[in-house]
């Protein structure tokens, strides 16, 4: 059974970083791609990042430039390095992994930017 888990988020000063990690157990056959989505109090889920199993990554206009996605095979990690950090960066994180015959999501990890 496939199951991700993220870690790295917490509370950071406007203009900090943070790295997130989504480690993933359990076998697939093949990865359309992995991302990172977001919500915030109220408002719906987000693409943030994304990462197909070729390489090819993509983000949303509002982090372009300041956040970087990756991954690690070896390691069955993706990360999401995020620089620059503003206010409204302040969501719930969300990995998300998308295969030939799933959809697979996190539990989430918080990020607080305040000052």
């Known amino acids: 059974q496939v199951q991700l888990v993220e870690s790295g988020g917490g509370l950071v000063q406007p203009g900090g970083s943070l790295r997130l990690s989504c480690a993933r157990s359990?076998?697939?056959?093949?990865?359309?791609?992995m991302g990172w989505y977001r919500q915030a109090p109220g408002k719906q889920r987000e693409l943030v990042a994304t990462?197909?199993?070729?390489?090819?990554?993509n983000y949303a206009d509002s982090v372009k430039g300041r956040f970087t996605i990756s991954r690690d095979n070896a390691k069955n990690t993706v990360y999401l390095q995020m620089n620059s950090l503003k206010p409204e960066d302040t969501a719930v994180y969300y990995c998300?992994?998308?295969?030939?015959?799933?959809?697979?999501w996190g539990q989430g990890t918080q990020v607080t930017v305040s000052s």
């Open positions: 359990g076998s697939i056959f093949n990865i359309n791609y």
């Open positions: 998300k992994l998308l295969t030939g015959v799933g959809v697979y």
């Open positions: 990462i197909t199993g070729g390489g090819t990554t």
